[in-house]
């Protein structure tokens, strides 16, 4: 699983960051940054999907 | 400052929320989830004749169309009332909250820094510290027995102190601070000469704050303002005052509405109190479902061209107003729109808007409404209403929360 996120779409709702802290991180404007590759490690592909459901500008999206 | 004493509408009591309605009522606030849910079963978006012409769109779908399009909404004013201010885009009176593209990204990106996560999150002790020493104080009247009202003596102190902390402005002004915003956001259909003056009186106290800060230069927002740069050069000072003023104004009746709104909840729902209490771990979830639910805030727009929306006529300075806690309720986009459930984990909710205006402080309100939640049901696990529905004292306007919430807590 692999994780991506749009920035033109993000606008800084911090939920992803907040909700996966070890998936996402935020730059010093608040906006949303995959961390590394944007691989998911299976433990955390729960996160991951949690992340997407909750971002309100469907900034996230999950490829397999 | 309270909202009683607002005057009734200039335009007399509402005939009919779907052609006549009056955000500015004071029905409009107490009754809003069960109007938004009449209004999108008739016609999903309302036009009223008041304040010069208003739409209100109540679907997620249509809340978020217009969000999105700075083409044909735009920002320059985005409080509805009876005045239609001169103020000019892109920038609007209080960039970048006023301001249309491409003005806005570069004005919302001199803002950002200093509220993005970690640096907001710099901020947590100081406001843990503060919902104590405010507990501290309405602990004795709990203990003497009294009621307690937990919008005047908790909810509304919290964002105006931390605000005027960051801002670097006297503490001691907080009282004038809410009466600002007073006039700003709920004087809405009073006579037009009062909101004028009104305006003058606080750029004039913005004013004299900046010259204070130009004179004893010191580490806060103010300076940061005063010295970031727009294109290599200086804002001028009537710039610096109006994110002052945007920061001042939008960050304070929001959270306090937000922290009273989630308080009222628990103060009517004993099980989710019990059950926060009884599970701390579901904080997460229940403070995103309160803003779901209870999104404070409204937005507007002001129409930019005539143009058809979705069958609707919109004429050039309409206003719209952008409900976000309609669109949070809509069942076309939440399961169970209509539920407040505390462990909600897929919450998409548009509680600080939708596209590029995104609530700059939205890392700071959740932090304060946090944290106030935690300390109030840590202190007092068990409160309820005082007086009943009867006590509560909703706002008047585009911020929805209660401005009068009497509880009576158990002893503790």
């Known amino acids: ?64 | 400052m309270t909202t009683h004493d607002t005057p009734a509408s200039i335009y007399g009591p509402v005939t009919d929320w779907a052609t006549d309605f009056d955000h500015g009522d004071p029905e409009y606030n107490r009754r809003a989830h069960e109007i938004w849910a009449e209004l999108r079963g008739r016609c999903p978006v309302a036009h009223s004749d008041r304040y010069g012409g208003t739409w209100l769109p109540v679907t997620h779908e249509h809340v978020r169309r217009i969000a999105y399009d700075t083409e044909n909404f735009t920002s320059r004013s985005v409080v509805v009332s009876t005045v239609v201010p001169d103020d000019q885009a892109p920038v609007g009176g209080a960039p970048p909250i006023t301001s249309d593209p491409p003005f806005h990204h570069e004005a919302r990106r001199l803002v950002l820094p200093p509220f993005s996560p970690k640096k907001i999150a710099e901020w947590e002790p100081e406001v843990r510290r503060l919902c104590n020493e405010l507990l501290d104080r309405v602990e004795v009247d709990v203990k003497g027995g009294r009621v307690v009202d937990a919008a005047v003596a908790y909810a509304q102190h919290i964002p105006v102190n931390v605000i005027a902390r960051m801002l670097g402005f006297p503490l001691e002004d907080d009282d004038l601070f809410r009466e600002f915003v007073h006039e700003i956001l709920e004087n809405i259909n009073g006579e037009p000469e009062n909101r004028i003056r009104a305006f003058e009186r606080i750029d004039a106290y913005l004013m004299a704050q900046i010259d204070d800060h130009a004179a004893n230069p010191r580490d806060d927002l103010t300076g940061y303002l005063m010295n970031v740069e727009l294109g290599g050069e200086k804002l001028p000072k009537e710039m610096v005052a109006g994110f002052i003023l945007l920061l001042l104004v939008a960050g304070i009746d929001t959270t306090w509405s937000a922290i009273g709104s989630s308080l009222w909840h628990l103060a009517t729902h004993p099980d989710d109190l019990r059950r926060l209490v009884r599970e701390p771990e579901l904080m997460g979830t229940a403070i995103e479902e309160f803003l779901r639910v209870y999104a404070p805030v409204t937005m507007a727009r002001l129409v930019a061209k005539d143009h058809d929306f979705d069958g609707c006529p919109m004429k050039a300075d309409e206003w719209v107003l952008l409900p976000f806690p309609a669109a949070n309720l809509d069942p076309a986009e939440f399961e169970h729109a209509d539920q407040v459930l505390i462990d909600r984990v897929e919450n998409r909710h548009a509680a600080f808007g939708l596209g590029i205006h995104r609530c700059l402080g939205s890392n700071l309100a959740r932090l304060e409404l946090r944290v106030a939640v935690e300390e109030f049901v840590k202190r007092f696990p068990e409160f309820e209403l005082a007086h009943g529905e009867d006590g509560v004292v909703w706002s008047v306007g585009q911020i929805r929360g209660p401005r009068q919430l009497p509880v009576r807590v158990a002893s503790v």
Not at chain 1, 4 to 20: F, L, M, P, T, W
Not at chain 1, 36 to 50: F, H, I, M, Q, T
């Open chain 1, 1 to 64: 699983m692999r994780i991506h996120v749009d920035s033109e779409k993000c606008q800084g709702h911090n939920r992803c960051y907040a909700i996966a802290p070890d998936l996402f991180d935020v730059d010093d404007y608040g906006n949303a940054i995959v961390i590394g590759d944007g691989s998911v490690p299976a433990e955390l592909e729960e996160k991951a999907r949690l992340a997407l459901a909750n971002c309100p500008e469907f900034a996230i999206t999950i490829s397999e």
